[in-house]
C-alpha cells in the first residue's frame, strides 16, 4: 500500500511539472479525457490530496498565471486562456472552499512532516490569492461556519494554526527550502511570509483573517416580554 501511495504521489508530482504554467499541455491534457475520465480524476485528486497536492498546486498556480498574463496582454490578437470552457477552472471554482478545509486538516500537528509539508504549502496557495482578491476572511469565515455546522467549532482552524508553528520553523532559516518554495511557485518568500504572519496574528482584536478569530456568541432571543418601567 504504501508503494501504492508513493507511485501516486510521484505521478501526480510529475504530471503538474509537466502541466505547470503550460496553456497547451493542459489543453492537450483535459481534452484527451472523456468527461467519465476526467471525473475519475477528479475523484482520485480529492480522495487522495496528501498524493494529489502538489498536482492540485500546480493547476491552481497555472490558472492564477493565465489570468496575470491576460490581464498584462495589450495586443488585440493576443489569445485569452478559455477560462469560460476549461473543466480545470470550473472544478475549482466549485470546489474550492471545500478542498480548502480539507487541505488544512489533511495533516495533524502530530503527523506533519517534510513528506507532508507540501499540503500546508498547497492550503497556502488558496489563501493567498484569496488574500489577494480582499476574500481571506471569507475563506476563513466560511471554514468556521462549517465546523459550525459539523459542531466542531475551531478544530480545523486551530489544527492549521498550530500546523503553521512547524511551518514558520521549517522556514525559519534561508536556504534550499526557502528557494525551492518561491521557485516552484513564482511567489516571493516575503507573500508566503506575510500570509502566515497574518492567519497566525494574536491581536487582542482578533481580526477575521488570523486564525484565532472567534466571532461573539449571541444570547438566545428572549421569547419573554421585557418589563415595564
Do not use: H
Not at 490530496?49 to 500546480?58: C, E, G, K, Q, Y
Request: aromatic letters at 12%; charged letters at 20%.
Amino acid at each position: 500500500a504504501a508503494l501504492l501511495t508513493g507511485t501516486l504521489q510521484a505521478n501526480f508530482d510529475l504530471l503538474g511539472e509537466l502541466l505547470k504554467c503550460n496553456r497547451e499541455a493542459i489543453a492537450m491534457f483535459t481534452d484527451a479525457l472523456s468527461d467519465s475520465q476526467f471525473r475519475k480524476l477528479i475523484e482520485i485528486v480529492v480522495t487522495s490530496l496528501v498524493d494529489s497536492n502538489v498536482f492540485l498546486r500546480s493547476l491552481v498556480l497555472s490558472l492564477e498565471y493565465f489570468l496575470e498574463q491576460d490581464c498584462r496582454a495589450a495586443k488585440d490578437n493576443w489569445r485569452r486562456y478559455p477560462f469560460s470552457t476549461c473543466r480545470i477552472q470550473e472544478f475549482l471554482d466549485n470546489n474550492r472552499l471545500p478542498l480548502l478545509r480539507d487541505l488544512m486538516s489533511v495533516v495533524s500537528f502530530d503527523d506533519v512532516s517534510q513528506e507532508n509539508i507540501c499540503c500546508l504549502n498547497t492550503a497556502l496557495v488558496f489563501l493567498l490569492y484569496g488574500d489577494s482578491r480582499g476574500q481571506l476572511a471569507f475563506y476563513l469565515n466560511s471554514v468556521r461556519e462549517y465546523e459550525k455546522a459539523q459542531d466542531r467549532p475551531g478544530t480545523i482552524t486551530s489544527n492549521f494554526a498550530s500546523l503553521l508553528e512547524f511551518w514558520w520553523d521549517y522556514y525559519s532559516f534561508p536556504g534550499k527550502d526557502r528557494m525551492s518554495l518561491e521557485l516552484s511557485s513564482g511567489l516571493s518568500f516575503m507573500r508566503w511570509r506575510e500570509l502566515v504572519k497574518t492567519l497566525t496574528s494574536s491581536d487582542p482584536t482578533n481580526p477575521p483573517t488570523s486564525l484565532f478569530f472567534r466571532p461573539p456568541t449571541s444570547l438566545p432571543n428572549s421569547t419573554s416580554t421585557p418589563p415595564t418601567r
